[in-house]
């Protein structure tokens, strides 16, 4: 491979200098994208492997990231459980028609095989390999079952999630019959996309951060977990990324992932002593660091790349997704001074 | 005073049991709030002090709280400083004609005289006093300098804050000028509520937790700290709840408020240890459990309980306002429960 620095840093073995991706790289900020965009709608995108195919290389010709995710979105893995997925533009992200409210609602969720219900994500897994060519490494990515379970339930975004709460705490019962049949179903999918060539894989526990400590742990990380337990991983690196959960960074690398995501809530400082023996860091500058002017964002990579201090084991990425109003040239300056300002902190 | 344990729990001296009370307790869950409403607009209803005062007073005497909290908006303070503050109803909560962008802008913001321009705050809490005639004491609040500067600069709420962001990331001096205006105001607003008759007062930092630590530290917790600095307080207890801050609950306490208080995503057993042998824990039940029964309120009370453990020090209370959709008989059976249940920590 031409660039394996991302999954050296993985696995905590030696680099030349930091590797860097962001998470939603191949999004609306990039002009390229958006033009793919004007001509299909965002679920006919998902399921074109070709022109999901082409908006995941985008970040890797115009940015020059060391990693390339392959675009999609979380919710397809409800809708191939059964759910009808629908976007209305201009209203946000996708949503469910029929939220789940019910334990039969819930029984009738199938597990989809993914290699017939979601061969649209391998076919774009491997059309990407062979046009990556080797040059930086595929991620694969899922939603944790609590994050895909929370939409599944509320149907969409929320602000209190009123309805996945009432779930939990009135009948807890059933909220783990639908969080381990995910969990299954999350497993299934990634090992999948493993075997259709990604190279690591990342759980995005988006609304972990909705929850106290401990029902974050009997809710949320207990099914990532299972999810790693069962995965098929034939040995490629998996990243954890829970949302606002600084609160439980040692037991989410208790989990056996190769990599915690990081937020831009904890001192990357503070959680490498926490669990940088053990397992490597991703993150963690402020998403919204990249509206201020070039300069700005160099001292913010320095200052977090001082944080976690010499040696291999970090991966630089944002603490959550790159907006969709953020310069690209912002964008560039930011991976450059990453490029640029790191390689010290390896010799 | 016939109940004085919750000033009693804030100094940590002795009670017989644990003390309770709901930040936005005085609110639309209560259907006698929203008769008053109906009347009025919230604007309106901010600066009648009799219908303020008949407000505040309703949850002492429907859900037996044991402490009284001024109805009030934070957002009357910029109001006073000379922002245009108006309400569309059935469009969230107040917001700003024009929001702050330039220096020129911060520097037209006067410091207002509070028992003048905020004088009706002052009337309602001397009405107040006179009505609630010592049964339990009176809690006066402001918004943190920072979460004032949120909204005075986003003009409203905000998913992701640009604005603020794009100030203390790429203007810093003007945002550290605007804030120590503001933390001149607080202070003087605070100390005049004091003298008006408030027993204990509550900053609110509801947007501290969108920071970084290290930039909480510098533009939020600094002028908190500096409120209190300035602040009047004729040793009445001071109580800092910052939002999403469970990174920097050490540092909060260091500020030298009475009381820390708490949102439900930090463990309060953790944060007894940290902090409980100088200052006083308040919170934190998750708000979204008063959507459960009685019963499951009652096991979640216990749990908190449990984790706090013997010994004064505690007031309870949700880990953010009350939701305005709860049912009142929720949030009695959440107050009588932790009066119930919290004697034995007290034996």
Redesign the interface.
Known sequence: MTNDLFLRACRREPVERTPVWMMRQAGRYLPEYRAVRAKVDFLTLCKTPELASEVSLQPVDIIGVDACIIFSDILVVPEAMGMKLFVEEGKGGPRFETPIRTRADIQKLAVPDPNRELKFVMDALRLTRKHLNDRVPLIGFAGSPWTLATYMVEGKGSK???AM??LI??NPKDAHVLLEKLARTVAAYLSAKIEAGAQAVQIFDTWG?I?????FKEFSLRYIEQVLTLLKSNGVPTIVFCK?C??SVEAIADTGCTVVGLD????IAKARMMVGSTTALQG?L????L???PE?IRD?VK?ILEKYGKGSGHIFNL?HGI?P?IPVEHAKAFVQAVKEESVKYHQ
């Not at 929850?211 to 029902?215: A, V």
């Not at 402020?286 to 660091?289: K, L, N, V």
């Open positions: 209190n999630f009123r709460k009432e705490y009135s951060g929850l106290p400590p401990d029902e606002d600084g609160h831009w809530s904890i001192d963690n402020d998403p919204t660091m509206y201020a002017p700005r913010g200052k603490g907006l109003d």
